[in-house]
């Protein structure tokens, strides 16, 4: 496969997932902010930039419609719902020789509808249809696509997103901590809560809530699911490179905080959880750039130079 080709998938599979996961987020806390009147408006959007990879300048006064504005609906912010759905269609085209019909035609209905502006009534209904397009394009390369290597590096984008964006949700928790209902948004936020339910039959504590969403092996938006199914999928593109220890570098970064959150009691991770979210969010950063230099590597454009006469 051209190397092009795999990184506009890889690309593909990160955007979709960034679409979605931000969508989660923003959702979840956005709507906190309306219903819990003891938090501060300002502090709180401050912080969800923060923690969304965006800053404001100070002498702004923040409101849910600022953060909506920049990370719902600005095509020019890196960190918004429209730059990753514009990115994700872009993309697709590149690599429209190799993906389905159905993909491209969802990727490019979702850019062409994407609006402008969300009424600061309509925020909730314009994330669900975000989720909604996202689970179809997703459903699309899963229902149709050969599990060859155009699958495994749309698979391998996601996961990777997938891990960096649950722990920047987790990171988000020091938004609702004035909330009693604080672990219970964030299950709900990432879709976890009835999943959660199932498997502790119980309400949500601290620890139970926490281990869930970072250390459980069966749940696909736990941290270790993603990092362990990211993982799986670079063994499969590159089925060499276990045979003697772990030769690749993506594949180490990832082993080394798997075994890092596997093996590190519950208790000592939630004592710190901002710090160990900051570190699997370092991991996923590092890991994707070893994996641009190794799979998709840029060099200046050659150019003929004809013999001097």
């Known amino acids: 496969m051209l190397s092009r080709i795999a990184e506009s998938l890889?690309?593909?599979?990160?955007?979709?997932?960034?679409?979605?996961?931000?969508?989660?987020?923003?959702?979840v806390h956005l709507q906190l902010l309306l219903e819990d009147p003891w938090i501060d408006e300002d502090s709180a959007c401050r912080?969800?930039?923060?923690?969304?990879?965006?800053e404001l300048n100070d002498d702004v006064q923040l409101t849910r419609s600022d953060v909506i504005d920049l990370l719902a609906v600005d095509r020019h912010h890196a960190a918004s719902i429209a730059y990753s759905i514009v990115?994700?269609?872009?993309?697709?085209?590149?690599?429209?020789?190799?993906?389905?019909?159905?993909?491209?035609?969802?990727?490019?209905?979702t850019n062409a509808r994407m609006?402008?502006?969300?009424?600061?009534?309509?925020?909730?209904?314009?994330?669900?249809w975000v989720r909604e397009r996202s689970a179809l394009a997703v459903g699309v390369v899963e229902s149709a696509t050969s599990r060859d290597e155009v699958w495994h590096f749309f698979s391998l984008g996601r996961a990777i997103e997938r891990a960096d964006m649950t722990a920047r949700l987790l990171a988000?928790?020091?938004?609702?901590?004035?909330?009693?209902?604080?672990w219970t948004t964030i299950l709900r936020s990432c879709g976890a809560y009835e999943a959660y339910l199932r498997t502790y039959r119980g309400l949500p504590s601290t620890q139970n809530a926490a281990e869930f969403l970072i250390l459980d092996r069966l749940f696909p938006r736990s941290i270790l699911y993603a990092v362990m199914r990211a993982e799986e999928c670079l063994r499969e593109i590159d089925p060499r490179s276990g045979?003697?220890?772990?030769?690749?570098?993506?594949?180490?970064?990832?082993?080394?905080?798997?075994?890092?959150l596997e093996f590190r009691p519950i208790a000592e991770l939630i004592d710190d959880l901002p710090a160990h979210m900051e570190s699997v969010q370092a991991v996923t950063s590092a890991a994707s750039n070893a994996i641009r230099q190794r799979y998709f590597p840029t060099s200046a454009v050659p150019v003929w130079i004809g013999e001097n006469s």
């Open 10 to 27: 890889f690309w593909i599979g990160r955007y979709v997932e960034r679409s979605d996961g931000t969508a989660r987020i923003l959702d």
């Open 243 to 260: 045979r003697v220890g772990v030769g690749d570098q993506a594949q180490r970064l990832l082993g080394q905080i798997r075994s890092e």
């Open 87 to 109: 990115s994700a269609r872009e993309n697709a085209r590149r690599a429209r020789e190799i993906i389905s019909t159905e993909l491209w035609e969802c990727l490019n209905a």
């Open 47 to 54: 912080s969800l930039l923060s923690v969304m990879g965006s």
């Open 172 to 182: 988000t928790r020091s938004l609702t901590e004035a909330s009693g209902a604080s």
């Open 115 to 128: 609006p402008r502006r969300v009424a600061a009534d309509k925020t909730h209904e314009f994330f669900r």
